[in-house]
């Protein structure tokens, strides 16, 4: 299933440029319904993605690939490859772990089980980020406070609900390989579109 993410990244992207266009400033970037957000466990790189293709890329910071012992619980802290949506927004008072507002975004595994895993930001995010180990986190998936504050707005565009994919490793040649947009009428790109707008939903939540 993870491969079938991959591989659509590539197909909604194919349709708004015969190569793969650059990403959006994030400052130029903005929300619409439908949006997705896409996690490259392996180069710790976020992919928000419209459906309309136009997406922009984010920095990230992924969990430790080593057993951890936090909050009673030792466990495998390696951020997993999985589908998720976000359904629930929490305000922790802890401001070091959880960043300035204190904002938690849960994810659900297939949109039905509450998991410890989500999305925040982190006090010393920028610091972390510039010693260049992108693995720091205890599982959850670190973004600047400006990145969380714009996941938060998807999030509400989207209904309090957000589809998320973490994905180690996508394959870049699925960009080239694919058939140019210019020999597509617009209604292939449509089409091509909103089947990977579907299909980038977990299985449980396709309706």
Avoid at 76 to 96: C, F, G, N, V, Y
Avoid at 187 to 203: F, N
């Amino acid at each position: 299933m993870l491969q079938v993410f991959s591989a659509l990244f590539g197909i909604v992207l194919s349709v708004v440029g015969s190569s793969a266009p650059d990403a959006i400033p994030f400052n130029q970037w903005e929300p619409a319904p439908g949006v997705q957000f896409l996690v490259d466990t392996k180069e710790a790189v976020g992919y928000l993605i419209n459906q309309n293709g136009a997406y922009t890329a984010v920095p990230v910071l992924l969990g430790q690939n080593k057993t951890v012992h936090y909050l009673g619980r030792t466990y495998l802290a390696t951020t997993p490859e999985d589908s998720w949506i976000m359904k629930s927004k929490h305000i922790q008072s802890d401001r070091i772990t959880f960043g300035r507002e204190g904002t938690f975004l849960r994810l659900y595994r297939d949109g039905v089980t509450s998991t410890p895993y989500g999305i925040h930001s982190h006090r010393y995010f920028e610091y972390m980020l510039a010693e260049g180990n992108p693995y720091r986190s205890m599982g959850c998936i670190l973004v600047s406070q400006e990145v969380l504050d714009k996941i938060e707005r998807a999030y509400e565009l989207n209904g309090e609900t957000l589809n998320v994919v973490t994905v180690y490793g996508i394959d870049n040649s699925l960009l080239t390989d694919l058939d140019a947009p210019s020999a597509a009428s617009p209604e292939d790109s449509e089409s091509i579109i909103k089947s990977a707008a579907t299909l980038l939903r977990p299985a449980s939540v396709k309706g």
